[in-house]
Each structure stands twice: as structure tokens, then as C-alpha cells.
């Protein structure tokens, strides 16, 4: 008998292709949307966790310097007392093709050395320790890293030799030590020393170490970029939640309109003797049999977004937090089972109501749609006071537990509340209109469209979400794009930047330039090794460029002069809100550096603290800082013939003579990389929303008959029946969008104020797109227009005899 | 002691996967590296100090000793510097490697332990007056020229701490400290003191013992490769109860067939007579397994010239320096027409 039944089940599916192709087409889009997110990130968080294991092998316990840097001298004298120990230089390495985190070791000394026996490098079968040790040295990287750099890279003393290994993870560069304090310039000092044997060090052992240095925890040891991605990652899995949800609707409005149309059907089986329990057996088999079709195809498709996605990534989370994900994607039991999981959970979700009514309704019995509609209305009320109570939550969780989570757990009470009160608000708004309209043809396009709210609320709800992320994501974007343009205008401000070959070279053209008439900003820092990361201190030049462009975002009066006098530093935001600094705060630093606090500035895309003091400052304290890099002010047209002037005179690379258009445009580039992701999903989630209003009006369309047969009886011609059909849609979707746009502008401040301020460590200021709205408001009302037009269009073709049935059928 | 140690940091390519091809390098060409030349005179103290031009470079020493209820006992205590380019530099930028062993051996227990460190730091190296060698925490430390030295060197389960005074001349080996290596004509700068009463305590797992007895000291510099046809070798230092003192050693070829030694005989009176290439002779005549491989532990050793026939057999037969560039070495006790004691080191059983 099951077999009977189920092919008489499939048949309706046979007969309506259209309505199968949704359903599948839905959850298919709503499963590869979040699969994808969910591989994006598995992969990202694979990529940490090999990072992190990789760092914690590489450390386990080490010693650390707190108020004063840590010197080789620090560790010759603990090895000649007999310590164990090995010696780390970590930092970030600036180069012309791209900045790398740097680990320096000593392979003697160390126990870990990554890749012992690496493929072979393009440079030939050269042994991994003899091209590390040999000058000037070798690096070994990630496969992955290492193709930007080709078979080596000619760092001025040499040519460096790549060798290639997975054991490194990306973005990471070991070098021997010797190489390492040549490439970040810091002969003296070390990060840590890395102790090498497991025993417990009682007293005896630890008052040999130096009052600056002491036993450091993991934690303390380095910064986890777990912690730092999360944000991005809740990020990509609420949109992956959210188109998921948009998804959903979509399913639920075919599974709705499949089980009304098929009621007939299940009466005559349950004449025929078949159990409602066996019927409802099979009906859900059918369901899950379509959920694992859409669910694979959704798997697929979702691999392949994946695969898109992935690249921009790995450069969103490399620039805003240098964390580096490998672009492979590798297939993973996680995602590939939370996709199925997720599938069959939102078919069930969204059967669920369905079922529910044919439980309850008589099964002889079918009352019309209108009835059920209203039933449906009554409970607006309660949804509405639901979606308060979640913004009360939201609310209340952003104020008392603030930071991340809270931040979070408000946006999600905003969003879903703000669904929930949506046909509440609609209801009220329609009722208005139906009171306010004149005559009875208005009265009635008022009053049915309020009858269409029931079937169309979960759509309009997915809507709404998707116009309010739009909304909300966009102005967070444009104002972060408008925010660091501007600023780039002010920070970069010399016309030209040019980086020696060496310190030698650094000071002859420093001497050349300067006779030539040229102002001349050298860029010189110096890395400190904090207990809280590393530090870079810059040095600058007492200069106009900086008094009149340096973004600066609070300061002390004449905080310049006083700079120049030595009095004290300026500190970057993210290390003012990393360390609670306020102006006049004293930063702990070794003895010599100034430490008062006289202004912060904006650093945007820097996941390191910077702070800046006097170039005069800088050399007491840093003799030995790099002298290579310089910014020159000089006539723009004039750039183009010291260019070549430089490059004749001093054998300057055309690379290491960057314009400061090409810097800015570069950037701008890498910006815009780092954004393709947001737009990307939302344009993803926009298609869906619009594909659920779709669905919902093709399965309202059938349903409507009977109400639309005795207004056309009355005289109103098939024609107006059909544009007011686009008309009303139109009205609903422009009603949605109209609070979508609060909704959205409140989603942004707290993507702006909340989740950014603690994700980056900055603030951003919120700018306002008119346009942009207005934009997608109309995209929303085409989107609306579009899945008007086939019901329309059916309505307008409609065969009177249709409408006369709606008379003679007992619907 | 000469060949052992220059052969020592070839085998280094070959015993250890991880750091041996960073030293492979080192046993095949000379470019760039001084030479020995032949005439040049050695001075002190200054030769006592590092030679960075050179690419190998050690500063050995061997000691049997004895406690008060008769116990023997065999000390090592080795510096060797290797250069990965001539010449020194200050700071991590310099060349030179340098790596420590240190070995402690009675009947029954065996153990060794190994340094490694980077020159220009200060981590290790040599200095030539006042005289000190030095690396992590081991040194040896001499207070005019090598007269006499302050040993101490620690590994798991073991130390010491040792005075060593030395009793007689310095020994210029080959011709006046040039020392020839092979009939094509490589050679190495090559000194030694042979006669030292040594005094101090070792102390094992069970407690620290007083010991006293004779050391070994043997100091070379070279930048020359061997030749690439030999396995390994075996080297003898022995020091007869009549007082004379017999160095020899057999590098053993690959084939098995044209092995080349040569060596030395130092009399009780302090005479030195290089001897001709092929007139020592070594000879198994005992196995045993030793980390899994079978290593000659009892030799037959003649030197028909000075009527020497004695048998050499190992005081621990399990002396094996488990350090990243494995090795036997350890003290031996002679018998037959001459007794005695003496120091032997094996390389290339594989």
C-alpha cells in the first residue's frame, strides 16, 4: 500500500514541476549559502589551529622580558649558567613584495626545526640547515607563501633562498636567527628564549634570571588570532544563518501550497482506508527524500561559493587582523555534515506547520483560505510582543555585558525582533490604509492585501532582514571606505617614498636630497618587545606635513612642539584601546623612552600597537634603528624626474620608488578585496529574499481564486485585476523596505560602534547613503515587480470560465 | 689525534640526518679557508686561541683516571668549531658553529653529552691568554698558557670538575706542527700535551667520587678535505707504564684494501719520533654489539719497530657517545709485551 500511496504523492510532484524545481531550488540555495559559510570557516579555523599548535610545539614554556627588552647578552649569560635554552627573534618583516610575520631561530640550539627534509626549493637540492645557516641565509615558508616570492627574494645583503614546507603555515616565515635580526634590524634584542627542558624550575634556578626577565605563560607568549577572527567569523555565520532563514521561507511557502492543493488528494486516500498515521509517515518520507536531494545539490553548489569565497577571505582576515588561512579548501566532515543536518532540520522546520493543520483540520472538511488567514492574524500580537521582549533582551545584554558577545546577542534580538513585529506592523499599517482609502475598489485592494499578509509575512520577513543587512553591512562598508580614503590623504602626504638599499646608502641620499632642496621625512622605527606584543615606536622629523595632516584623533595643545621637544608620544587607537590609554596616561616603557601619552591617532588595518615620539628620541634610544625608508616633499610634477634621477645616481630599483598615487591606489585595492566577501553575501541573500517573494505569490496566486472571481464578477476587468495584483505587491514590498531602512541604519551603528570597536580595535564614524538606500529600495520594489509579473501575467491570461468555477466549486 | 676529529666532522654528514648536511659542507672542498703551510712556525699562546680563517678547529681532551679503592674511570671533554665561512664576525652574522662533547665511562656505566652553540655571541668559544674554552656552562680554563686547566662539564646523570697540570713540554706533531694527512699531501697544524696529572672529582647517579690520573690534550686546525674513499678510522692514544707514549691510528679505506695509518712515538724521556706511514698495525680480535651494531672492542696492536705487541681491549665495551654524530670512544687498558692505558675512538660503524 505505502508503495501506492507514494507514487500517488510523487505524482502531484510530476504534475507541478514548477513547484518541485522551488522547493528543491530553495533549500538548495538556503543549504549551499550556509555550507558555504560554515566551510569558509572550518577552513579559516583549521588554518589558526595549525598556526597555533605549530607556535605551541615551537614554544612550550619560554622566558619573557617585561620593563626591559630582552637582550642576546640576557641570554648568553643564562646559557653559561647552564640553562636550556633556545633563542626566538619574532617580528613583522617589511619588504617590497609582502609583510611577513618572521620567527628567527637557532637550529642549533633549537629542538623544532620545520620540514627537516622539505621538497627540494626551485633553487636547487641545497641541505635545509646549510641554507639556513650558510649567509646569507634561507627561509622557509608555506608553499602557499612562498609563490609570491618565487625561488628567492634579493634582500640587498643577497639572495635569499625559499624553501618550501606545509609544516609552516602560511604567512609565517622561519629563518634562522642571524637572518631574522638583520631583516628586522635588531641585533641586540630577542623575543624570547624558549626553554627546552621540561623540569620545574625551583627557587634556586629562578633567582639567577635578571630582574627584566621572567617565566612567561602560553597566553602571555603570543597573541591568538582565534580570538581576534571570532568576530569574522559570527559575521559570516550570521549571514549564513540569515540566508538560511531567507531559505527557508522560500521552502515553506512550497510545502505550504503543495499540502493545501493536495488536500483533495489526502481525503480520497483517507476514504480509501489509508491511516493518517501512515500517510503522514509517508509524507514525511517524501519531504526527506526532497531534503537529501536538495540537500546534495546544495552541498555542491555551496563548495564551489566556498571555493569563490575563500581567496577574499584570507585577504579580509590578513589585512584587518593579519591572521593567514590557507585558500585550498579541503573537504570536511563538519560542514558537509552540518549542511545535511541543517537541511533536513529547516525542511522539517518549515513542513512542520503544515502538517500540524492537516492534523488538526477535519479531514472532510476544508475550510477556505480566508479562515485560516485570520486565525493567523490573531497571533500578529504575540508575535510582535515576542519580537519586543527580544529587543528588551538585545538590548539589555548590550548594556550590561557590552564587548563582543554583547554586541552579538543584540543584533540578533534586533533582527529576528524586528521579523517578528514586521506583520504586526504591516497589519496596522494596512488597516490604516483600508480606513483611510475612498471607494470600494481602493477599500478592497486594502482589505485583500491584508488578506494576503498571512501567506506572505514569512517572505516579506525575509525581505526585510535581507534589505536591513544590505542597508546595514553597506553604510558599515562605505563608511569604513570613506573613513580610510580620507584617511590615506592624510597619512600618506609626502609625494614620494623611497627605501635605500642600506643605512649608508639611507644617509647619502638623505644629504643628496636635502641639497637638492628637497624636505625630507626619514621613516625610522624601532620594534619593543612588550609583555602585550610587540611595539613599533617611530621617530619623526619636527615637520608641517605632520603638524597639518596627521590624522590625529584627541591631542594636547601644541602637542607637536612638545613632541619635538621629547616630552612625551603619540600612541595609535588600537593600542590606546587595547591598553585603556587616556591623553596624559604614561605608557610602561624601558628607561630613556618618553612615556606620557600626548595624542592618538587613527592606524586603521594595523592589528599592532605603534606609537610615535621625536626622531631624536628614537636614535638616543635606538642608535642602531634602520635608516633606509624616506618620504620627500617636493612639487607632484617633479616626481616623475627624480625618479629617474634617483634611480641613475644611487642604482635604485623602480620598486623601492613608490608614488605616493600608487601606494594610495594599492591600498585602495587591497580595501576593496577585503570587501568583496560582504558584497558578495549580500547580494546572495538580496537574490534569495526576492526569490521567496516569488514563491509566496506563485503559491498565494492559486489560493486566490476564489476572492478574485467575484470582484471581476462585479465588473473589474482581468486587466486591472492583474496590475492591481503588481500594485499591491509593489506596496507591500515598498512598506517592507520603508522599515527595513531604520532597521538597517540601527544595524549599522552597532556594526560601526559596537562589534567594530571591539573586533579591530578602532572606531569608525557613521556616514549616511541616501542613494545607496534608495537604491535598494527600488531593487527591492523590482525585485517585487518581477514576482508580481508571473501571477499577473496568468491572472491577465486567465480563461473566464476560471473564475466563473470559483462560483460552482464548493471552494 | 689528528685525523679522528677532522674525519669526525665528515662523518657528521653521514651519522646524523638532521645536522649533518649542515656540516657535510664541511669535509669536501677549501674554498675561501687558509691552509696549513709547511714551515710556518707555531707561537704561543696565541695558537692556543681560535683560528676562524681555518674551517675545523678542536681543543681535546682525554683522561684515564682512578679512585681511591681502585675503580677506573675515562673523562672526554671536546670543543670543536667548524666554520661555515673563513673569518669572524661579531653578532649573530658569524660563521662559526661551535660543538661540545663530553664523556664520563666506568666498567659498567657510560654517558656522554653534547653542546652546541654559534659563535660571535659569546655562547662558546676560545680564548688564547689568559687560555679559555668554553661553551654553555662547560669550560676549561688554564691559567698560564696550558699548564694547567680547570675542567667541568655536566650531562644528564653526570659531571665533573677536574685540575689538570701539565708535566713537560708541548708536543709539535709531524714536522715541527705541520702534520701530513695523506700521501696527497693534505695536512693540518697539530700540537699536543700529552703529560698531564690530573686531580678533581666525577660524579655519577650514585654520588660524587675523587679521582685522579693522566690527561691527553690535543689541539689542530685544518680546512682540508680527506679523502672521500675512507669509512671511518680507529685511533689509539696509549701510555705505556715505562713511560712511552705510543699515538696511532688506521683510517680505514671503503674497500677494505690500501687502509693508511701512521702515528707517533713519544718516549719516557720526552723524544718524539713521527712514525712512518704504514708502521703501526691494528688488528680486531673482539666484537661486540654496541647500539646495534657490531664495533671491535679488543684489538691486536704491533709496532715491530719498538717491540710492541699488546692487546687493547675496551674498559667499557659500551663507551658509545649517543650525541647527534654517534661515536666510540672510551679508556682501554693495554697487556702483552708493554701494559698500560690508554684512550681509543672509533668512527664509521655503521
Not at chain 1, 547613503?769 to 527600488?778: N, Y
Request: proline share 5%; hydrophobic share 45%.
Amino acid at each position: 500500500m505505502s508503495r501506492t500511496v507514494l507514487s500517488a504523492l510523487f505524482s502531484y510532484w510530476r504534475r507541478h514541476l514548477f513547484q518541485l524545481g522551488a522547493l528543491i531550488i530553495g533549500l538548495a540555495l538556503a543549504t549551499a549559502l550556509w555550507a558555504a559559510v560554515q566551510a569558509v570557516n572550518a577552513q579559516a579555523r583549521a588554518s589558526y589551529a595549525k598556526a597555533e599548535s605549530y607556535l605551541a610545539q615551537a614554544e612550550q614554556r619560554s622566558l619573557s622580558a617585561t620593563t626591559a627588552p630582552m637582550r642576546v647578552a640576557d641570554y648568553v649569560r643564562l646559557k653559561r649558567l647552564g640553562w636550556k635554552l633556545s633563542p626566538v627573534l619574532q617580528g613583522r618583516w617589511r619588504n617590497s613584495i609582502q609583510n611577513l610575520d618572521i620567527i628567527g631561530i637557532d637550529p642549533l640550539t633549537s629542538l623544532q626545526v620545520p620540514g627537516q627534509t622539505p621538497p627540494s626549493s626551485a633553487g636547487g637540492e641545497t641541505p635545509l640547515l646549510l641554507a639556513l645557516l650558510q649567509p646569507p641565509g634561507g627561509m622557509i615558508m608555506h608553499p602557499e607563501t612562498a609563490g609570491m616570492f618565487g625561488s628567492g627574494y634579493d634582500a640587498g645583503f643577497g639572495h635569499l633562498q625559499i624553501i618550501r614546507s606545509e609544516a609552516v603555515p602560511v604567512g609565517l616565515a622561519v629563518v634562522d636567527i642571524s637572518l631574522a635580526s638583520r631583516l628586522l634590524g635588531s641585533a641586540e634584542q630577542l623575543t624570547r628564549l624558549v626553554l627546552l627542558e621540561d623540569v620545574p624550575l625551583d627557587r634556586e634556578k629562578l633567582v639567577q634570571l635578571p630582574a627584566h626577565i621572567q617565566l612567561a605563560s602560553m597566553a602571555e607568549a603570543q597573541v591568538d588570532p582565534g580570538s581576534l577572527t571570532e568576530s569574522f567569523h559570527l559575521n559570516l555565520t550570521a549571514f549564513g544563518f540569515l540566508s538560511f532563514a531567507v531559505g527557508l521561507f522560500i521552502v515553506q511557502g512550497m510545502i505550504t501550497l503543495a499540502m493545501e492543493q493536495r488536500r483533495n488528494m489526502f481525503r480520497t486516500l483517507r476514504c480509501l482506508g489509508v491511516p493518517f498515521v501512515s500517510l503522514l509517515g509517508l509524507l514525511a518520507v517524501e519531504m526527506g527524500v526532497i531534503a537529501f536531494i536538495s540537500a546534495s545539490i546544495g552541498l555542491i553548489i555551496g563548495h564551489f561559493i566556498a571555493i569563490a569565497l575563500l581567496p577574499g577571505v584570507s585577504i579580509t582576515l590578513a589585512s584587518l587582523y593579519g591572521a593567514q588561512v590557507e585558500h585550498g579548501l579541503s573537504l570536511r566532515a563538519n560542514w558537509i555534515l552540518s549542511g545535511l543536518a541543517m537541511s533536513f532540520l529547516g525542511t522539517a522546520l518549515a513542513s512542520a506547520q503544515s502538517f500540524y493543520s492537516l492534523w488538526k483540520l477535519p479531514i472532510l472538511l476544508a475550510p477556505s483560505t480566508q479562515a485560516r488567514g485570520q486565525q493567523l492574524a490573531g497571533r500578529y500580537g504575540a508575535w510582535a510582543l515576542a519580537g519586543l521582549a527580544l529587543l528588551a533582551a538585545g538590548s539589555i545584554a548590550l548594556m550590561t555585558y557590552g564587548g563582543l558577545l554583547g554586541g552579538f546577542v543584540f543584533l540578533g534580538g534586533l533582527m529576528l525582533g524586528a521579523a517578528l513585529m514586521l506583520p504586526f506592523c504591516l497589519w496596522q499599517v494596512l488597516h490604516l490604509g483600508q480606513s483611510l482609502a475612498r471607494g470600494a475598489l481602493a477599500q478592497w485592494l486594502w482589505a485583500d492585501a491584508r488578506a494576503q499578509l498571512p501567506g506572505l509575512s514569512l517572505a516579506l520577513m525575509a525581505l526585510m532582514l535581507a534589505l536591513a543587512t544590505n542597508i546595514g553591512v553597506g553604510t558599515m562598508v562605505s563608511s569604513f571606505r570613506l573613513t580610510f580614503s580620507d584617511w590615506m590623504d592624510q597619512r600618506l602626504s609626502a609625494e614620494l617614498y623611497v627605501t635605500a638599499q642600506d643605512d649608508d646608502q639611507g644617509a647619502a641620499l638623505q644629504i643628496w636630497l636635502e641639497g637638492q632642496g628637497h624636505r625630507v621625512l626619514p621613516i625610522r622605527s624601532h620594534e619593543l618587545q612588550r609583555q602585550s606584543g610587540p611595539l613599533r615606536i617611530y621617530g619623526v622629523r619636527d615637520d608641517a606635513t605632520y603638524r597639518e595632516n596627521w590624522p590625529m584623533l584627541e591631542a594636547r595643545d601644541a602637542v607637536w612642539d612638545k613632541i619635538a621637544m621629547g616630552a612625551g608620544l603619540l600612541v595609535s587607537e588600537q593600542l590606546a584601546r587595547r591598553e585603556n590609554l587616556r591623553l596624559g596616561d604614561h605608557l610602561p616603557l624601558p628607561d630613556g623612552w618618553p612615556g606620557e601619552i600626548l595624542g592618538i591617532y587613527s592606524d586603521y588595518g594595523n592589528p599592532q600597537g605603534q606609537a610615535i615620539t621625536s626622531l631624536a628620541k628614537l636614535l638616543d634610544n635606538a642608535p642602531g634603528a634602520p635608516n633606509r625608508r624616506f618620504g620627500i616633499r617636493l612639487p607632484v610634477e617633479e616626481v616623475p624626474d627624480l625618479i629617474n634621477v634617483l634611480m641613475q645616481e644611487f642604482d635604485l630599483k623602480r620598486e623601492n620608488l613608490v608614488q605616493q598615487s600608487l601606494v594610495k591606489s594599492r591600498s585602495m585595492a587591497v580595501f576593496n578585496q577585503t570587501f568583496l566577501v560582504t558584497d558578495a553575501l549580500k547580494l546572495l541573500t538580496l537574490g534569495v529574499a526576492s526569490f521567496a517573494i516569488f514563491t509566496s505569490l506563485v503559491s498565494l496566486w492559486s489560493q486566490r481564486l476564489p476572492q478574485l472571481g467575484p470582484v471581476w464578477a462585479m465588473g473589474v476587468s482581468r486587466r486591472v485585476l492583474a496590475l492591481l495584483d503588481i500594485l499591491r505587491s509593489l506596496l507591500m514590498a515598498a512598506l517592507t523596505a520603508l522599515l527595513a531602512l531604520p532597521l538597517g541604519l540601527i544595524l549599522s551603528w552597532a556594526l560601526l560602534d559596537v562589534i567594530n570597536t571591539e573586533a579591530f580595535g578602532w572606531r569608525l564614524p557613521m556616514y549616511m547613503f541616501p542613494f545607496d538606500w534608495l537604491r535598494l529600495v527600488l531593487l527591492s520594489l523590482l525585485a517585487a515587480f518581477v514576482a508580481a509579473l508571473i501571477p499577473a501575467w496568468h491572472l491577465f491570461r486567465l480563461h473566464p470560465h476560471e473564475l466563473l468555477k470559483v462560483f460552482s466549486s464548493e471552494r | 689525534m689528528s685525523v679522528r676529529s677532522l674525519l669526525l666532522c665528515c662523518i657528521l654528514g653521514c651519522a646524523a640526518p638532521a645536522f649533518g648536511q649542515g656540516f657535510a659542507g664541511l669535509g669536501t672542498t677549501a674554498d675561501g679557508f687558509a691552509t696549513p703551510q709547511l714551515g710556518q712556525v707555531l707561537s704561543f699562546p696565541q695558537d692556543h686561541g681560535p683560528h676562524p680563517d681555518f674551517r675545523i678547529e678542536w681543543w681535546y681532551l682525554t683522561a684515564n683516571l682512578e679512585a681511591a679503592d681502585g675503580t677506573e674511570y675515562g673523562v672526554q671533554w671536546t670543543l670543536f668549531r667548524s666554520a661555515l665561512a673563513p673569518g669572524e664576525a661579531e653578532g649573530w652574522s658569524s660563521p662559526q658553529i661551535w660543538m661540545g662533547h663530553a664523556g664520563l665511562t666506568s666498567e659498567t656505566q657510560h654517558f656522554s653529552a653534547e653542546r652546541l652553540a654559534r659563535g660571535g655571541i659569546g655562547q662558546a668559544g676560545v680564548t688564547a691568554a689568559p687560555f679559555e674554552a668554553w661553551i654553555d656552562d662547560w669550560s676549561m680554563r688554564g691559567d698560564r698558557g696550558l699548564q694547567q686547566l680547570a675542567l667541568s662539564a655536566q650531562g644528564d646523570g653526570f659531571s665533573y670538575q677536574l685540575v689538570a697540570k701539565a708535566e713537560g713540554d708541548l708536543v709539535l706533531q709531524g714536522q715541527n706542527g705541520y702534520s701530513v694527512k695523506s700521501p696527497d699531501g693534505q695536512a693540518s697544524y697539530y700540537y699536543s700535551q700529552p703529560e698531564y696529572r690530573i686531580k678533581g672529582t666525577v660524579t655519577l647517579p650514585s654520588g660524587p667520587v675523587a679521582v685522579s690520573g693522566d690527561g691527553w690534550l690535543d689541539r689542530e686546525w685544518s680546512s682540508q678535505p680527506l679523502s672521500e674513499d675512507q669509512s671511518g678510522w680507529d685511533w689509539f692514544s696509549l701510555r705505556f707504564d715505562t713511560g712511552d707514549k705510543l699515538m696511532g691510528f688506521v683510517l680505514r679505506s671503503k674497500d677494505g684494501v690500501e687502509d693508511f695509518s701512521s702515528g707517533t712515538w713519544i718516549s719516557a724521556t720526552g723524544e718524539v719520533t713521527p712514525l712512518r706511514s704504514g708502521a703501526f698495525l691494528a688488528q680486531p680480535i673482539a666484537q661486540a654489539e654496541v647500539a646495534g651494531r657490531e664495533v671491535p672492542i679488543k684489538w691486536e696492536v704491533r709496532l715491530p719497530g719498538r717491540d710492541v705487541f699488546v692487546v687493547v681491549e675496551a674498559l667499557n665495551p659500551q663507551s658509545w657517545m649517543d650525541v647527534a654524530f654517534a661515536y666510540w670512544e672510551g679508556p682501554v687498558t693495554v697487556s702483552g709485551s708493554h701494559t698500560g692505558k690508554g684512550y681509543l675512538e672509533m668512527t664509521g660503524y655503521e
